[in-house]
């Protein structure tokens, strides 16, 4: 089968057999035993009944098995959805439901914790457990196997027929109402992003590129994929510390590093040897400050510097030549080959250099919409009908309508200009503020409350949440913090609780007034950093 995800693997495979496709905690994994892994773990799938397309969760932190889980997906024929391992509980079980997982992967620590709420998922099946020693938990009615029990079931079974249109992965990412969405990526997508993504960095399979990103995390998965597909060596890595990242550079003698600005600007902070092995560095899921951005330039000065843009839905969108670093302060570049960048007015026309417009994708890299939501998927992904050379065309053609505001110069360089929603943005996670919310609102004596981000210096945004105190000593804000803090992953968690006597503000249809209550907290990270402390 050609044209599908896991064919990336397959050919490196055929090319440099022996050539290391992974290395974690010290061990290299070559392209031939990873590749044989994964057929060996696409076959376990399909002989416990993964249809084709079917979703298989991966709920792991970044190590091999996390690879070869998603990439048997892939060759079986299913739909891979890799849960971000900072989620709780309850957040991993609204994935495993909304998307109807039939097969879960993860460890025996992580099932511990996941026990009570597996049986409440009607459609899963099956859980394939990593390190497991002794007695596995009982889950209700679901299956429990060992990695290895699921790598060893025969005999083999045909994958499924897919072509590159199909569901490859779901990745789910906050939007600025509600629950996460699942944005759906075919094997296109997928092909198209790492084609072009390795095309720009010039990727080649010297390259050691370092995974300190998510794998639910487009922009992790990207690491992932790209060398992937010139048959480069990843370096898996789950920090706890910055000093960690730079000694990993150096013993492992990386070449690529990407992340994101709260990571740069303690990476910016550290010190480093005269002299690395970095070929480059990229930015994406925010704006790089440009005092970050000039340390940066002085610890790595052979390093070229990508600063890039993206949106999930799309992958990724535009970069920033090295080269005009100092000529385009501030600028996110052009579009990345293969993709074409509109900007479009309230008018419904294409701007005007200077003009500021919404962003507008289009090409291979749009994904296929939000999983079992058409409402959300009929908002974002629209049709595109401004183009004179397509007017002729029976169908529309379908395009991604970011919901950014972006001005272009006169020579098409692009600049970020800010969000028309009311998403945070926490060291490059995309926060939904309901989520935050819908869990804050459960605390019994709480009645009207609004969380919204606001400026912070390390981390883009933080969370403030301001509450409506019921009566003066019902309840304090540390037993809010205590109660959010065994509800929400570290990233969701707000900086700063602040309780109010009176009603919260509201605009002229009655709701709250989240623009006002961002204002009065503008300023409050900036002025606390070297102050009180952070709330």
Not at 88 to 113: F, G, N, P
Not at 270 to 297: E, H, I
Not at 404 to 422: A, H, K, N, P, S
């Amino acid at each position: 089968m050609t044209g599908l995800l896991h064919q990336l693997l397959v050919d490196s495979a055929r090319h440099s057999p022996q050539a290391p496709a992974l290395r974690y905690l010290g061990q290299d994994t070559d392209y031939a035993s990873l590749s044989a892994q994964v057929s060996a773990l696409a076959n376990g799938y399909l002989r416990l009944q993964a249809g084709r397309c079917e979703r298989i969760a991966i709920y792991l932190e970044k190590r091999p098995e996390a690879v070869v889980a998603m990439f048997a997906a892939s060759a079986c024929g299913a739909t891979f959805v890799p849960v971000n391992p900072l989620l709780k509980a309850e957040q991993v079980s609204y994935i495993l439901l909304d998307c109807h997982v039939k097969i879960l992967v993860t460890s025996a620590t992580r099932l511990q914790a996941l026990k009570d709420i597996l049986p409440l998922c009607p459609e899963l099946h099956t859980v394939i457990v990593l390190d497991a020693s002794g007695l596995l938990p009982s889950c209700g009615a679901i299956a429990v196997m060992t990695w290895a029990q699921a790598m060893a079931l025969s005999p083999v079974i045909t994958a499924h027929r897919c072509i590159d249109t199909d569901m490859a992965a779901i990745l789910y990412t906050s939007g600025s109402t509600g629950q996460p969405k699942g944005v759906v990526l075919s094997h296109r997508n997928l092909l198209a992003g790492a084609a072009s993504v390795a095309g720009y960095l010039e990727n080649t399979a010297s390259d050691r590129i370092l995974a300190v990103l998510p794998f639910s995390f487009d922009y992790g998965l990207s690491q992932l994929t790209t060398a992937l597909r010139v048959g480069a060596c990843i370096v898996l890595m789950n920090y706890l510390m910055p000093q960690d990242i730079v000694r990993a550079v150096a013993e492992e003698k990386i070449t690529g590093l990407a992340a994101v600005p709260p990571l740069w600007i303690m990476l910016a902070q550290q010190k480093w040897p005269s002299a690395t092995s970095l070929r480059y560095l990229t930015n994406s899921g925010g704006v790089m400050p440009g005092s970050t951005l000039d340390a940066l330039r002085v610890h790595f000065p052979a390093a070229k510097i990508f600063l890039m843009y993206g949106l999930t839905e799309a992958f990724r969108s535009s970069y920033l030549d090295p080269a005009e670093l100092d000529r385009r302060p501030g600028s996110i570049g052009k579009a990345i080959p293969g993709a074409e960048l509109l900007l479009i007015n309230k008018d419904g026309r294409q701007c005007a250099p200077g003009e500021e417009g919404e962003l507008v994708h289009r090409g291979a890299l749009v994904a296929l919409g939000y999983w079992n939501d058409r409402q959300k998927t009929s908002e974002r992904f629209r049709p595109l009908a401004v183009l004179p050379h397509t007017l002729g065309l029976p169908l529309t053609e379908i395009a991604v309508w970011s919901g950014d505001t972006v001005r272009q110069d006169e020579e098409g360089f692009l600049y970020f200009v800010g969000r028309d929603d009311d998403m945070i943005k926490v060291s490059g996670y995309r926060i939904s503020p309901t989520e935050v919310e819908q869990v804050a609102d459960h605390f019994s004596e709480v009645t009207e409350l609004v969380a919204v981000g606001v400026a912070h210096p390390v981390t883009g945004q933080a969370i403030v949440l301001v509450v409506r105190q019921n009566s003066a000593e019902s309840f304090t804000s540390e037993a809010i913090r205590r109660y959010c803090q065994a509800r929400l992953p570290a990233y969701m968690m707000p900086s700063h609780i602040e309780l109010v006597p009176e009603d919260l503000p509201r605009n002229a249809n009655g709701k709250i007034d989240r623009q006002l209550v961002k204002a009065r907290f503008s300023s409050f990270f900036i002025t606390t950093e070297t102050g009180r402390g952070l709330g």
